[in-house]
């Protein structure tokens, strides 16, 4: 009847238990609106849309032709330190995934020990010990040696899938930061590119200036002659100085923008400062790719950053799942199997030194369960926080193409304007030296024309400079650039 009573009052408790320890809190259910919402185009001219026809899943090698460039970014992707550690992060986030799937498997580890233990004599361990004998005629000695070698396991059963949940998260995180170090390749490949291209830009810049020194050496020595024929006077002469002096003034800032310029791009591909190779002349011939941007939905698949929020927030809302199933009660069992004597010898006696054991625990929170009811919000707020990222990576995303595309149509018509300006300024820049030579016009009309030659052909080369660019970028926003 005792038995009965005490088995009830335990699966009463049980009961009790597991009731208290299931009450918990739901998650907040998210909601990707502007995923749902995303539109069908990127407004303007939709012409060259299509699934087939989208730039950004062009392989980077296909889309930049130039050798040189070809061959920095190649070196970029061996030696670059910021992709070199992301990819460390990679292998951080696979042992995650190895760590979380070994909670999965029984735990057995092996061991031998040796101990002394002393008991009290009146106790009723001291108490029996002293009416025993541990052989025959030898009573068992105060202090008691115990030797032992042996396995030992336990496992954590896994029956609300607790743990299944915390190994889906980590593969989702893993598989983020894969996806982040797409990101980092196409991110590495565009700067090298535009660097490169900005480079270009600056060494034409340094002979335009060079081009117009000389111009401006052959106007000073003409004021000169004038002045001694009476023709000009001394403020002429100044003035041409003065201009000659701005411009070597110029020359030497342009280098420095060319060294720093140099330096940035060696740093990208991880070495010391050593001249870039590059082809200088052919610069203002270059011809922009033609850019396809397919349908905005491509960009989902095309692009690593929303990919990465897109599993961070897989990751986020699977973290929630696990931290809710803190609340549940676990079941826990644990075994040993071994040998245990007294005596060193008597270890290989068997079955007499065989030891085991058998245990299964269910256990839940009851009381102060502030800890993983903190977690649980934690994990909940990082959940919304993980879709206010995707949500923001995706209308990024939108918004690049959308930008950058208007901005390769208007960059196209500002350097053919600017093409037109400094040939008219070319022409008009022949026409007042001529007539400065002849002495109809003065210094000051000359100046002007000059001074606006090379600022049209400045702006001119600048030109070239976004023209090419924006196509890189654009490329990028599409997804380029990591496949």
Known sequence: ?????????????????????????????VQDRVKDTLPTTFGGDQNNTGVENNSGITPWKQFFTDPNLVSLIEEALKNNQELMIT???????????????????????????????????????????ASTDITDGKEVPENLMNFE?????????????????????AVAHYL??????????SSLIS???????????????????????????????????????????????????????????????????????????????????????????????????????????QLLANRPDIKQAELEL????LDVEAARKEFYPSLSISAT?????????????????????????????????????????TADAKQIQALYEYDKTILSAYLDVANQMSKIKNIDQYYILKKQQAQALDQSNDIANQLFK????????????????????????????KQLNTVIDIYKSLGGGWK
């Open 149 to 169: 070698a042996g396995l030992r396991a336990d496992w954590e059963i896994d029956i609300w899938h607790k743990l299944r949940t915390e190994k889906k998260a």
């Open 191 to 297: 700067e090298v590119a535009e660097s490169y291209y900005e480079l270009l830009s600056l060494d034409n810049q340094l002979d335009m200036i060079h081009q117009y020194m000389e111009i401006q050496k052959k106007a000073l020595e003409i004021s000169k002659i004038q002045k001694q024929a009476m023709a000009a006077t001394e403020l002429a002469v100044k003035k041409f100085e003065a201009e000659l002096a701005k411009s070597s003034a110029t020359e030497y800032d342009l280098k420095q923008q060319i060294t720093e310029k140099e330096n940035q791009i060696n740093a990208l591909l991880g070495r010391y400062p050593q001249p870039i190779l590059r082809n200088k002349e052919s610069f203002m011939n270059i011809v922009p790719q033609s850019i396809y941007t397919g349908v905005p939905s």
């Open 337 to 377: 199997l071994g040998l245990e004597a007294f005596k060193p010898s008597y270890l290989v006696k068997l079955p007499e030194s065989i030891a085991y054991s058998l245990a299964g625990e269910l256990a839940g929170p009851l009381i102060n369960k502030s800890a993983i009811q903190a977690n649980f919000k």
């Open 438 to 465: 002849n002495m109809r016009a003065d210094y000051l009309e000359v100046l002007m024309n000059q001074r606006d030659a090379l600022d049209a052909k400045m702006e001119l080369i600048e030109a070239k400079e």
């Open 1 to 29: 009847m005792k038995n009965i009573i005490k088995n009830k009052i335990v699966l009463s408790l049980g009961a009790a238990l597991l009731l208290a320890s299931c009450k918990a809190p739901m998650a907040t259910k």
């Open 176 to 185: 983020s930061t894969v996806e982040g170090k797409n990101f980092v390749l």
């Open 87 to 129: 990819l460390e992060q990679i292998e951080i986030a696979k042992s995650d995934v190895l760590y979380k799937n070994g909670k999965l498997k029984p735990t057995v580890s092996a061991g031998v020990g040796a101990g002394v233990e002393k008991v009290g004599r009146y106790t009723s361990t001291g108490a029996g010990d």
């Open 314 to 317: 897989e990751a986020a809302k």
